[in-house]
């Protein structure tokens, strides 16, 4: 039978259920023609971020009623969690790399070309601010599904179970790197390497951009 268990602080869980389908999965390298997220820290978008005053949540929290239809008021969304992530308590350095990427076009992956008709308006002040809003805002809880695996190499353990085992290990026999190695211990991200947060995100979206 399955069910949903909810999680606060431990919300890592949320990873076993996007990483369970790769856990089960043969690695396969992309094409060198796949799109590829674009990363230069020298990137003309990115570079005038640095010339940005640090975010003002405050100023943040009036530009970000734009974002709300799809990201929710304080960043935790509601609607369709393959596509519209939450990204309340994500870094003000996430989120205005994030939003420089996709006014320059150097994003291309996900819901790159609907976000960037709203990005391109922004200023990188506009980017900043929004980002320092969205840091201030609390994740909610995650939910797991912690039903167990019928069949296959982890068949008797729970989704989460193996979620977590990728999470905080990897995989060296299949050369995938512990997730923890980035995205932190708990899951919170990286803000100096701009590594997204991961505890709370919606199953979905975490699965759909693996």
Partial sequence: M?????YGLASLAIVAVAAVAFAQTTVTPLPETAP??????DASAVAELAKAKWGDAKAGATKAAAC???HGLDGNSTIDPKLYPRIAGSSERYIS?????FKS???????AAMMQPYA???????????GAYYATQKTGAGIADDSAIASGPNAGMKFYEVGEKLFRSGDTAR???ACMACHGPTGTGNPGAAFPRLTGQHAGYIQARL
Avoid at 2 to 6: F, Y
Avoid at 105 to 111: L, V
């Fill in 2 to 6: 399955r069910h949903a268990r909810v």
């Fill in 36 to 41: 590829v997220q674009a990363m230069p820290l």
């Fill in 68 to 70: 709300a239809a799809c």
């Fill in 97 to 101: 790399r994030q939003l420089a990427l």
């Fill in 105 to 111: 076009g150097e994003r291309t992956t996900g819901n």
């Fill in 120 to 130: 391109a308006v922004l200023s990188a002040q506009d980017m900043r601010d929004l």
């Fill in 175 to 177: 050369g995938i790197p």
